[in-house]
């Protein structure tokens, strides 16, 4: 039997039954990834699997290092030869690491190449995959059709032109919507000297004089009607902690003058300044009908030299920690909910240690208020918890918690065009669970409302809360 088949990552017959006839076979809502528009409008032939599978993906960087791969042939000048078999020699030391079943299910799935990777085979693997990279069914587009995916949402800065959306949206042939995110990152940073900076664009881009926070209030939302526009409905952002400050409006008007001019803030004033720009951020979100994402708790950049030699996002990051998270993530969203009410809102924890935390804390602001059941969301195990192990503490911390029927399921959080597996690798997960749970005699074998579970988790349910 080859590695990977139907019962793949299930060891019950109920969770086989589940996976086959329902969760196999449901389109992908991709909400969260980091896909290029402009690579998904220009359609290139891709150059070959070393540059498909090891271009930009510090996950697979981050496992070479610890084999002991010298950089040369990870991020240097090595050739696509030598990057490849690196890489092979890695994945057979990958056992129990997901990469190993994400290559292999990558392998079959696209490639229909059912031998298992390693140092002995690996020409042989490349040479394959690489015959098949030039042909028009491993185009981006097609690679996106065949992966059956209904909606990609790409990560945006708020500056940007959206080009390439507004381009894509007009190719009917075509049928993958491929809509913007909005991600203000630079509003939260503490160098006065880069806030300063983008207001400046902000404005220009804009056509707004930013002498106060009330402008900075009016001309952000100019963007976000403008990514609305474009068919944009989430919002994202990504801060090391989550913490409130209070504050009034006469002193944020003050610390805004002061960072607008590029003055340092005190610690404080920082923290009461973004305090103020989430809830204003929010306010927008929710007169818009967008949902919000937080993805908080990735300490970044902590290697400085391979910072200073290689930049970001090549595989230095981890998992932070925080004093008083219950605190501030509680007051956080009271403060937004007082001012305008919540926008629907995904609350993604990068610390496992802290699930029960955040899965408490937003059941004390769900509502019926949205048109959704469970608008706010404990969002999935993303990162370094998009494991096995990882999925199942999340999936059963939030059916103790709160309701696992009304969840809006797996994204890919992913800047490659294969990482698509990683919803089956959920889904295969997912039935895996349910089905344990049903064989254990902790639920009914009702296959009416497993059915329904299973097909919410997967698919309706984010058709049903993003409302794209």
């Known amino acids: ?33 980091h896909l290029d528009a402009k690579e998904i409008y220009e359609n290139k032939q891709i150059k070959d699997i070393t540059q498909l599978w090891l271009s930009g993906d510090h996950y697979k960087w981050r496992a070479m290092r610890a084999n002991g791969i010298d950089e040369h042939y990870i991020t240097g000048n090595a050739t696509a030869e030598e990057k490849f078999k690196a890489w092979a020699e890695t994945v057979e030391s990958a056992f129990g690491n997901p990469l190993y079943h994400w290559t292999h299910l990558e ?41 059956n995916v ?13 080009e390439y959306h507004r381009l894509l949206q007009r190719e009917a042939s075509f049928p993958t919507k491929v809509l913007p995110t909005f991600r203000p990152d630079d509003v939260f940073v503490e160098s006065s000297d880069i806030f300063s900076a983008f207001i400046d664009n902000l404005a220009g881009l804009t056509h707004n004089d930013i002498a106060s926070f009330a402008d900075f209030d009016r001309a952000i939302e100019q963007r976000v009607k403008w990514f609305h526009d ?8 990504g801060p090391v902690d989550i913490t409130f400050c209070d504050y009034t409006a006469e002193c944020i008007e003050t610390i805004f003058a002061k960072k607008r001019r590029g003055q340092p803030l005190t610690t404080q004033e920082n923290a009461q300044l973004n305090s103020a720009i989430f809830v204003c951020l929010a306010s927008h979100y929710q007169r818009y009908g967008w949902a919000m994402q937080i993805h908080f708790g990735a300490i970044r950049n ?19 920690d925080q004093c008083r998270l219950a605190s501030g993530l509680n007051k956080l969203l009271d403060a937004i909910n007082k001012n305008s009410g919540l926008p629907k809102t995904i609350i993604y924890n990068l610390n496992p240690g802290y699930n029960d935390v955040v899965a408490t804390a937003i059941a004390n602001f769900q509502s019926a208020d949205q048109g959704v059941k469970s608008p706010i969301q404990f969002g999935s195990g993303w990162w370094f918890n ?35 597996p990683r ?8 039935c895996n669970l349910i089905g344990g749970w049903v064989e254990r005699g902790e639920v009914p074998d009702n296959n009416k409302i497993l059915t329904k579970m299973i097909r919410n988790i997967c698919h309706d349910n984010a058709c049903n809360y993003f409302k794209f």
């Open 386 to 420: 998009d494991t096995r192990r990882g999925m199942e503490n999340h999936l059963n911390c939030l059916a103790e918690q709160g309701l696992l029927m009304n969840f809006v399921g797996m994204l890919t959080d992913s800047r490659s065009l294969v990482s698509y």
């Open 230 to 237: 474009t068919g944009c409905r989430i919002s994202d952002h």
């Open 1 to 33: 039997m080859d590695f990977i088949n139907d019962r793949f990552m299930i060891n019950n017959e109920v969770g086989v039954r589940l996976y086959k006839d329902v969760a196999s076979k449901l389109p992908i809502i991709d909400y969260h990834c």
């Open 107 to 147: 392998l079959s799935q696209y490639f229909s190449c059912n031998m298992q990777l390693d140092s002995t085979n690996w020409q042989e693997v490349m040479e394959h995959c690489n015959q098949l990279l030039k042909t028009e069914a491993f185009k981006p587009r097609n690679l996106i059709t065949r992966s």
């Open 423 to 430: 919803h089956d690798y959920f889904r295969r997960i997912l």
């Open 302 to 320: 902590n290697n400085s030299t391979m910072y200073k030699r290689l930049g970001i996002n090549t595989g230095f990051d981890s998992i932070s």
């Open 150 to 162: 209904d909606v990609i949402c790409t990560t945006d800065a708020p500056l940007d032109s959206l």
